[in-house]
């Protein structure tokens, strides 16, 4: 499937690996999932956008999600976000509130 | 000008997308494509969840013309009465922590089309988006 999304704890540490799209289609699953880990203590949620190429306004829900009801306020990084992403980022004024690292 | 007609449209959002995306007005928008992509999603989503009550078969025509510089795209549900562009705005200013989770939708479609308008015409709710187009 090219669409899908795998999640892993470590500590208190959340990675999850994007594919191809976070769409309508995918999103909600995640938030699903994500649901899962609240009250772990999660300080820091990793999302690896190495392969992800689009993500629409129900992808960005999920951000919004993962640093409001986690619970603790966790810290959100991007991994390789690529530049049309990042412009959607900027529009909904959610940069600054994302580390992007690049590896 | 093209025309998609689609009925029924329950639970067909990604193939309704998907036959956008692949119309030759549309996948020749290079640049603004990613745009197009995530405002048609919005448009496709709005109506297959909300036009129409469950047990109702609704349906939605996707009228899209191209120039040389703009693609325009229209959509048409005969569903509810429903003017997207009056819902409020979220506040994209607020910290991240006192955001409500949605609604960013129609606030992105704005933001990335060049021109919006929904017009109520003889029972049926049409919205028109433009996108210039720069090669």
């Known amino acids: 499937m090219d669409n899908q999304f795998t999640v892993q704890q470590d500590g208190n540490m959340l990675t999850i690996v994007l594919d191809e799209q976070l769409t309508t289609n995918n999103a909600p699953a995640l938030m699903e999932e994500l649901n899962q880990y609240k009250g772990k203590a999660i300080e ?5 956008a190495t392969k992800l190429t689009y993500i629409a306004s129900s992808g960005i829900r999920t951000i919004i999600f993962a640093k409001q009801k986690l619970g603790g306020n966790p810290e959100i990084e991007f991994v390789n976000c690529g530049a049309d992403i990042r412009s959607v980022f900027e529009m ?4 600054s509130y994302i580390t992007f690292v690049s590896k | 000008m093209r025309r998609l007609r689609f009925q029924p449209i329950a639970g067909r959002t990604e193939e309704i997308i998907d036959a956008i995306l692949q119309t030759e007005e549309v996948a020749s928008c290079g640049k603004a494509l990613y745009a197009v992509h995530l405002v048609c999603e919005e448009l496709v989503v709005n109506v297959v969840s909300y036009a ?3 047990e109702a078969e609704g349906y939605l025509v996707v009228e899209i013309e191209r120039t040389d510089t703009c693609l325009t795209i229209r959509f048409r549900d005969g569903g509810v ?8 705005m979220p506040d994209v200013s607020l910290p991240l922590e006192e955001r409500p989770i949605g ?3 129609i606030f992105l479609t704005l933001q990335m089309m060049d ?3 929904y017009e109520r015409v003889q029972d049926e709710n049409v919205l028109t988006i433009k996108k210039e187009i720069h090669e």
Request: hydrophobic content about 35%; aromatic content about 12%.
């Open chain 2, 81 to 88: 009465a429903f003017n997207p562009l009056e819902k409020e």
């Open chain 1, 44 to 48: 820091k949620v990793i999302f690896d």
């Open chain 1, 92 to 95: 909904t004024g959610l940069q």
């Open chain 2, 52 to 54: 129409y009550p469950p």
């Open chain 2, 115 to 117: 021109d919006v308008s």
């Open chain 2, 103 to 105: 609604g960013l939708g």
